[in-house]
């Protein structure tokens, strides 16, 4: 067999041509899907720390205060800046549903959301627009047996 003598060195230029195209959109994919895994990641954690943090106050005016720093905690373990909107709606509704003002009393059922936004990194809002929503979601129960302070 005789080679052509003007192929000579053509297959690594082709390699490192299609290597680069096939992986700079994997490697941008990877980035978007961890961007928003660790934003869905954030809001459920927010959700379940604002609940617990909710059911386990003593009067309505801390329990505010309590699911605020809960949520704003849960954000920034993640890197993110608290922007994120809680909601509260009845139990088994979908956070679409009307909200809802939650109560302390033992035996209450309620259900907080926790909404955010994720925009794709490095593409412009015009092609994405609001971006992804990522919601958190926990149904709170209060215990049955609970004690709650004054209001």
Known sequence: MRWRADDGGSAIIEFVFVAVIVMVPLVYLIAAVATV????????????DAGRAF????????????VVAAVRLALADQGLPNDAAVRFVAAGSGCQARAV???LMPGAEFTVCVTRRVQLPAVPTVLTGRGIRAVGVYVVHVDDFRQVGSR
Request: glycine share 4%; charged share 20%; no cysteine.
């Open 37 to 48: 895994q660790r934003n869905t990641l954030a809001v459920t954690q927010a959700a379940r």
């Open 101 to 103: 003002t939650p109560q």
């Open 55 to 66: 059911a386990t106050s003593d009067t309505p005016g801390q329990a505010r205060a309590r």
